[in-house]
């Protein structure tokens, strides 16, 4: 079975650019999230889907941040303009039906670097 | 709101030693508590779960209790190898409707021969 890919895994960028990172989750599954993980923190939620419709997007900074899974599979997050404090790496992880006992598979993350 | 807090790392431990990594929790409702590992180079990966209290996950020799009356769920190894180096999360998923994982900030372990 496929796993949940992620690219581009790295990425160096220069402060007020435009960055956009996609991602593949494991078919059939229904529920996509993106977390982003700062160097010695664990992974928070930015953004969950639901096919493609948006689940819980409380904690995406709406303002340089947006995401979409247009036809309920693959999706894209976007950041514009880039700030220093956004250099993490950007998780993109699925599930089969997003319920409380349900596994969360995850990529392997793009590294963002903003310089 | 939901939280979770997890041992400082990063931890060193000879082969064949005994590992506990603490974790409590806080959450609204009735979470499922969670163990993910990361091993170098690689993506977060289930390591073992438990939905409801008393109960016991296990895998690969680790195991984690349930306790809803500490709000805890220490993960334990008897005799740890170099092999399970990596960095171990602690998460629980709870909510209304939207169910996502909260994680702590992760204990990084060592295992030297």
């Known amino acids: 079975e496929a796993g949940v890919a992620q690219s581009p895994r790295y990425k160096i960028i220069e402060k007020r650019q435009s960055v956009a990172f996609w991602c593949n989750p494991i078919?059939?599954?229904?529920?996509l999230y993106w977390y982003q993980q700062i160097l010695g923190q664990g992974p928070k939620l930015l953004i969950q889907?639901?096919?493609?419709?948006?689940?819980?997007d409380s904690q995406l900074p709406k303002d340089r941040f947006s995401a979409e899974r247009l036809k309920g599979v693959d999706s894209t997050l976007k950041i514009q303009p880039a700030k220093l404090e956004d250099s993490a790496v950007y998780l993109c992880?699925?599930?089969?039906?997003?319920?409380?006992?349900?596994?969360?598979?995850f990529g392997q993350g793009t590294r963002l670097t903003v310089v | 709101g939901n939280s979770v807090t997890q041992m400082e790392g990063p931890v060193t431990l000879s082969e064949e030693a005994f590992l506990t990594i603490n974790c409590t929790y806080t959450?609204?409702?009735?979470?499922?508590l969670f163990w993910y590992v990361q091993y170098p180079g690689e993506g977060l990966q289930l390591l073992l779960k438990?939905?409801?209290?008393?109960d016991k996950g296990s895998n690969k020799g680790f195991e984690a209790t349930y306790r809803k009356e500490t709000t805890s769920f220490h993960l334990e190894k008897g005799s740890v190898q170099v092999s399970d180096s990596a960095v171990y999360f602690c998460?629980?998923?709870?909510?209304?409707?939207?169910?996502?994982?909260?994680f702590g900030k992760g204990t990084k372990l060592s295992v030297i021969p």
């Open positions: 992880a699925s599930s089969f039906t997003g319920g409380r006992n349900t596994e969360a598979f």
């Open positions: 078919s059939g599954h229904a529920t």
């Open positions: 438990a939905t409801k209290a008393d």
């Open positions: 889907f639901q096919n493609n419709g948006v689940v819980d």
């Open positions: 959450a609204t409702g009735y979470p499922s």
């Open positions: 998460a629980l998923s709870s909510g209304a409707g939207s169910y996502q994982l909260t």
